[in-house]
C-alpha cells in the first residue's frame, strides 16, 4: 500500500496562485488607507503644533490679496469649536506634500473637524473601520453645523459605519441638522422652491443637440416623468424606431406644440407606460 502523497493538479496550483493574487491585492489595498490615516494624522499633529489665537495669523480661505485690500477676515478652515491654524504652517505643510496650497487647507480643516468635531468618526478612521475619504465627506458636510449638532452628527454617522456611503452621510447630517434646527426644515423646503429653473444651453451638446436642466417640484416631476414615459410608448407602438432615451427626449419636444401633445396622448389607449422598454 502506497502513502505517498497525490501530485497536486494543475487546478489546484491555479487556486493556489489566484489566493495569493488576490491577498497582496488586500495587503496593498490595507496599506494605501492605512498610509491614508497617517498623513491625516501627521496634518493633524501639525495643525495642533501650530495654532494661533489671532485671526489675523489664522489660514483662511479669503486670498491674501483681498485681506490686504479691504481688510476683510479669512474664513477659518474647521468648523466651529476647531482651533485656528498659522498661515505659513499650511505653505510647509503644502511643499511637504507636494498638492496646493488649496489642497492643503481642505485637508487640515477636514482634520480638524474630524478630532475636534466628530471624534468618534476619527476614532473609526484611525482603526481603517471607515474610509478616509468617507471621513472626510462627513467632516465637509457637517461643516456649518455648531458643536451640539454635530455632536449629533457624530453619533449618526458611527451609529452603522459599515454602511456608510456619500450618499448616507448626507442624509445623516442633514438628519442632524433639521434635529438642531426644526425651523430649518421649513427654510429649506422654501429656498428649493425659488431656486426653480428650466435651463436650455445650446453651447455644450454636440451640433444639433441641445442640454436641458430642470428643477422642479417632486409632484411636477413625477407628472412630467409620467406624461413622457407615456408619450414614448404610445411613440413606439406608432412605429418610432428608437430607443427609450431617445424617444423620451424626442416626447419632451412635442410637449413643446400644445396640439401634437394631445394629439398623442389621446392615443394613450395604444400605450402602457409600464412597458416604454
Known amino acids: 500500500m502506497s502513502t505517498t502523497a497525490p501530485a497536486p493538479s ?19 489595498i490595507t496599506a494605501r488607507r492605512q498610509a491614508e490615516v497617517e498623513v491625516l494624522d501627521a496634518a493633524l499633529e501639525w495643525a495642533h503644533a501650530h495654532v494661533v ?64 468635531r466628530l471624534p468618534r468618526l476619527w476614532t473609526l478612521v484611525k482603526t481603517l473601520r471607515v474610509p478616509v475619504r468617507v471621513a472626510r465627506d462627513a467632516a465637509r458636510e457637517s461643516r456649518d453645523l455648531d458643536v451640539t449638532a454635530a455632536g449629533h452628527a457624530d453619533r449618526l ?80 407602438v406608432l412605429g418610432h424606431p428608437g430607443d427609450l432615451d431617445v424617444r423620451r427626449a424626442h416626447a419632451v419636444g412635442v410637449l413643446a406644440d400644445p396640439q401634437a401633445t394631445l394629439d398623442l396622448l389621446t392615443a394613450t389607449d395604444l400605450a402602457d407606460p409600464d412597458r416604454a422598454i
Not at 10 to 28: I, P, Q, Y
Open 10 to 28: 494543475h487546478t489546484d496550483s491555479r487556486v493556489v496562485l489566484e489566493r495569493a493574487v488576490l491577498d497582496r491585492a488586500a495587503t496593498a
Open 53 to 116: 489665537t489671532s485671526d489675523d495669523d489664522a489660514a483662511g480661505w479669503l486670498p491674501e490679496t483681498i485681506h490686504s485690500l479691504f481688510g476683510e477676515q479669512a474664513v477659518p478652515i474647521a468648523g466651529p469649536g476647531t482651533p485656528l491654524v498659522a498661515e505659513f504652517a499650511v505653505h510647509e505643510l503644502a511643499a511637504t506634500l507636494e498638492v496646493s496650497h488649496e489642497a492643503t487647507l481642505a485637508l487640515l480643516g477636514d482634520v480638524l473637524d474630524l478630532a475636534h
Open 157 to 236: 454617522l458611527t451609529w452603522q459605519p459599515h454602511r456608510l456611503n456619500p450618499h448616507r452621510v448626507g442624509v445623516l447630517v442633514h438628519e442632524a441638522r433639521l434635529y438642531a434646527d426644526p425651523d430649518r426644515a421649513i427654510a429649506d423646503h422654501d429656498a428649493a422652491l425659488a431656486a426653480r429653473r428650466v435651463d436650455v444651453d445650446h453651447d455644450r451638446g454636440a451640433p444639433g443637440v441641445s442640454e436641458v436642466y430642470m428643477s422642479l417640484d417632486t409632484a411636477d416631476a413625477l407628472a412630467f416623468d409620467h406624461t413622457v414615459s407615456t408619450m414614448a410608448t404610445t411613440m413606439r
